[in-house]
């Protein structure tokens, strides 16, 4: 038994004394920047640049830690009795910074770069590092002041602009106009412009028809706000005026303006009664819009109004009027005829007229034709006889008025009512006096 017990021992001491020990290996650690903190698999191995001696072979946790940078963890796997060396880069550690502003859509500028506008959070500045910060906006003054981050910890900055500007609302009659100010387009009228820098400002106004507006020497103050109002005036316009036939007469509202072809300027944005007139032809109205700063352009093309009257009266040699004026006296080549020939009346107007036909013992008539464009309109006209005394003759037997017929050397024929005559001897004819319509022998 015991020589059993021997054996076994003998038989670990071999074993033991056959196996190799296990090789150690070293790790080379450097960052940058140097002296950051190292912990390897937990423990504390000093600061970089740093040397760990022994590390068994196999995946190990480094840790590096500096102030003011991102702590920074790697696996680093060695191998038997091999050294390794690991250089690591560090980042700084990222601040955490909110911005607000009054008014909010503050532009940011940190360190010269454009961060955005307001409220906004930021999350990539150094957080070790101080950084120059500028909070700006059109009409406000700009804000720039330094920020400083305590390590991870957030930081709020909340800043209030002061004014800079002015108010001007802009007003026109009519609305709708295009407002610039100080060259930059701000909208159509009515509009405010808001944050308008303080100092002298220039506005325009323009609209399509209307004449152009400039006003300059326009002073702004921080904190103002004015009204500016302006009444624009419209662009004139014109008026081209044509006809057919050629020379026609044009009256605008009633008032003659010149003969085809008239060109007229400089007129008011309106309605117009435009008129034209010929001689021979119907007169031609319109109404004619002109738009502000337009022309425009109408042809008148006028119908032949003409057509033509006959005359004739019973009995003939009576003066023929038309309208007032006088037309001639109708005759007949019979002597028996009932009627006159015709008396022609051409290029009568289109229309009704008046026509008047006298003859002296005779009632005057009147009638009413009424003419159309290119035919012949007849009248017969018909006078009826009056009874008018134009002679007193005086004999013994009385004082006798008539219409005298005939006067012979030895009669003398009246008509004393009408269709009955009598003829007086001149032996027994006292006196004879000629009745005037005056009145005097």
Same mark, same amino acid.
Request: include cysteine; aromatic fraction near 6%; hydrophobic fraction near 40%.
């Given at each position: 038994?015991?020589?059993?017990?021997?054996?076994?021992?003998?038989?670990?001491?071999?074993?033991?004394?056959? /196996? #190799?020990?296990?090789?150690?290996?070293? %790790?080379? !650690?450097? *960052?940058?920047?140097?002296?950051?903190?190292?912990?390897?698999? $937990?423990?504390?191995?000093?600061?970089?640049?740093?040397?760990?001696?022994?590390?068994?072979?196999?995946?190990?946790?480094?840790?590096?830690?500096?102030?003011?940078?991102?702590?920074?963890?790697?696996?680093?796997?060695?191998?038997?009795?091999?050294?390794?060396?690991?250089?690591?880069?560090?980042?700084?550690?990222?601040?955490?910074?909110?911005?607000?502003?009054?008014?909010?859509?503050?532009?940011?500028?940190?360190?010269?770069?454009?961060?955005?506008?307001?409220?906004?959070?930021?999350?990539?500045?150094?957080?070790?590092?101080?950084?120059?910060?500028?909070?700006?906006?059109?009409?406000?003054?700009?804000?720039?002041?330094?920020?400083?981050?305590?390590?991870? /910890? #957030?930081?709020?900055?909340?800043?209030? %602009?002061? !004014?800079? *500007?002015?108010?001007?609302?802009?007003?026109?009659?009519?609305? $709708?106009?295009?407002?610039?100010?100080?060259?930059?387009?701000?909208?159509?009228?009515?509009?405010?412009?808001?944050?308008?820098?303080?100092?002298?400002?220039?506005?325009?106004?323009?609209?399509?028809?209307?004449?152009?507006?400039?006003?300059?020497?326009?002073?702004?103050?921080?904190?103002?706000?004015?009204?500016?109002?302006?009444?624009?005036?419209?662009?004139?316009?014109?008026?081209?005026?044509?006809?057919?036939?050629?020379?026609?007469?044009?009256?605008?509202?009633?008032?003659?303006?010149?003969?085809?072809?008239?060109?007229?300027?400089?007129?008011?944005?309106?309605?117009?009664?435009?008129?034209?007139?010929?001689?021979?032809?119907?007169?031609?109205?319109?109404?004619?819009?002109?738009?502000?700063?337009?022309?425009?352009?109408?042809?008148?093309?006028?119908?032949?109004?003409?057509?033509?009257?006959?005359?004739?009266?019973?009995?003939?040699?009576?003066?023929?009027?038309?309208?007032?004026?006088?037309?001639?006296?109708?005759?007949?080549?019979?002597?028996?005829?009932?009627?006159?020939?015709?008396?022609?009346?051409?290029?009568?107007?289109?229309?009704?007229?008046?026509?008047?036909?006298?003859?002296?013992?005779?009632?005057?008539?009147?009638?009413?034709?009424?003419?159309?464009?290119?035919?012949?309109?007849?009248?017969?006209?018909?006078?009826?006889?009056?009874?008018?005394?134009?002679?007193?003759?005086?004999?013994?037997?009385?004082?006798?008025?008539?219409?005298?017929?005939?006067?012979?050397?030895?009669?003398?024929?009246?008509?004393?009512?009408?269709?009955?005559?009598?003829?007086?001897?001149?032996?027994?004819?006292?006196?004879?006096?000629?009745?005037?319509?005056?009145?005097?022998?």
């Amino acid at each position: 038994m015991r020589g059993l017990f021997l054996s076994a021992v003998a038989l670990v001491a071999f074993v033991a004394v056959a /196996q #190799p020990p296990q090789t150690r290996t070293r %790790l080379d !650690l450097a *960052s940058q920047p140097s002296g950051a903190t190292v912990l390897v698999d $937990g423990a504390d191995h000093g600061v970089t640049p740093a040397t760990i001696f022994n590390l068994s072979p196999g995946r190990h946790m480094v840790k590096l830690s500096l102030a003011g940078y991102e702590d920074l963890y790697r696996a680093v796997v060695v191998d038997d009795g091999s050294p390794v060396a690991v250089n690591n880069v560090l980042e700084p550690e990222k601040g955490i910074l909110l911005v607000k502003s009054t008014p909010d859509g503050c532009e940011i500028v940190i360190d010269g770069y454009s961060m955005g506008m307001t409220p906004r959070l930021i999350t990539n500045l150094n957080a070790k590092d101080s950084h120059r910060m500028t909070l700006s906006k059109t009409g406000y003054r700009s804000s720039t002041f330094d920020v400083r981050f305590d390590g991870r /910890q #957030p930081l709020v900055r909340d800043e209030t %602009l002061i !004014l800079d *500007s002015g108010v001007i609302r802009v007003e026109t009659t009519p609305q $709708g106009a295009e407002v610039v100010l100080n060259g930059v387009p701000r909208g159509c009228t009515p509009v405010t412009v808001e944050n308008v820098p303080k100092g002298n400002a220039v506005l325009q106004l323009s609209m399509n028809g209307y004449k152009d507006v400039v006003v300059s020497g326009i002073v702004v103050n921080a904190g103002d706000n004015q009204t500016i109002s302006r009444v624009l005036e419209a662009v004139p316009g014109a008026l081209i005026l044509s006809s057919i036939p050629a020379k026609a007469r044009f009256y605008i509202n009633n008032e003659f303006r010149g003969e085809d072809p008239l060109v007229l300027k400089q007129l008011e944005p309106g309605e117009y009664d435009v008129r034209a007139e010929y001689p021979g032809y119907a007169p031609l109205t319109k109404t004619v819009s002109i738009g502000k700063g337009t022309s425009a352009v109408e042809e008148f093309r006028l119908s032949n109004a003409m057509g033509r009257l006959e005359v004739r009266t019973s009995p003939a040699g009576a003066q023929v009027f038309l309208d007032g004026k006088s037309f001639g006296v109708t005759a007949s080549d019979d002597r028996d005829a009932e009627f006159s020939d015709v008396l022609f009346i051409e290029d009568v107007m289109e229309g009704e007229h008046t026509l008047l036909v006298r003859k002296d013992g005779f009632a005057e008539q009147v009638r009413h034709p009424k003419i159309r464009s290119k035919k012949t309109s007849r009248a017969k006209v018909r006078l009826k006889r009056i009874f008018k005394p134009d002679i007193e003759i005086v004999t013994d037997t009385g004082t006798h008025l008539g219409m005298l017929v005939a006067n012979t050397p030895d009669y003398i024929i009246v008509e004393v009512s009408l269709g009955v005559q009598r003829s007086f001897l001149r032996a027994d004819v006292r006196s004879v006096r000629f009745i005037f319509d005056d009145g005097k022998k």
